[in-house]
């Protein structure tokens, strides 16, 4: 029998087209770009439906973690991940809690209006030249932590909240992509014991068709690698921005 055919799904020539698209994606995202799978989830969400995708999804976030972690550990700047993580656990809490209450699409607007307010303050202040130093106050890290934990248990949206949070840290390139790594990593496993025991949307086929994009995913980490090295400073923090704006506007489609 041909492996194909055991697969949960049947795919057209487009459909693997976006599936494998979906690996390259992922791959550049944990290496450094982070926002540009939302390019291509709709996508697969589409051809999935939208809560099997997400149990598709999520085994392969977790496996490309760990490649971000072993490459970038050495540049994780551990102090911004212990602010976030109770605040982050917080979110997790309230949306167990609200769950089927609140509408997806009312949800995305609300994270991407605060998501856009967040970006515009900090371009807004990187012209005018001020506030150089971080934010220090508890309930920046408070409104991000909860932020990104409710937002990545509903709509697996954490990503343009954490790039936004990093960036008013003003981290370098390789701290923003090692804090970011382990943070998700964290995140990520501790999302998996609810989509397998209580949305029950992991299984064992999932995981078998999983196995298909880890070659694309290897690829896109490869690529995304290389990229970063020759990205100035400068220039990568600007792409991270155009990145996190075009999530927004993905968000609000």
Known sequence: MNFLDTLPYELLPWQWAAWIALGLCIGLSKAGFAGITTV??????????AK???GLNLPLLCFADILAVIY?????QWNYIIKLLPWTLAGFALALLVDRMVPV????????????AGLGVMIWNDLRGKNKQPPSVWWFSAFFGIAGGFSTTIGNIAGPIM??????????????????????????YLKLPIQIFIWK???LDVLVFDLTLVPAILAGGIMGVLMIKKIPEPVYRKVIEVLTLVSVIFLFV
Not at 40 to 49: D, H, R, S
């Open 105 to 116: 699409q009312a949800f995305k607007y609300l994270m991407g209006g605060s998501i856009l």
């Open 52 to 54: 099997e995708s997400t």
């Open 163 to 188: 790039s936004v949070f990093l960036l008013s840290m003003r981290l370098p390139k390789n701290s923003f992509v090692g804090t970011s790594a382990w943070f998700f990593l964290i995140v990520n």
């Open 40 to 49: 291509i989830v709709p996508v697969i969400a589409l051809i999935f439906g």
């Open 201 to 203: 949307n992991i299984t």
């Open 72 to 76: 970038y550990n050495q540049h994780t």
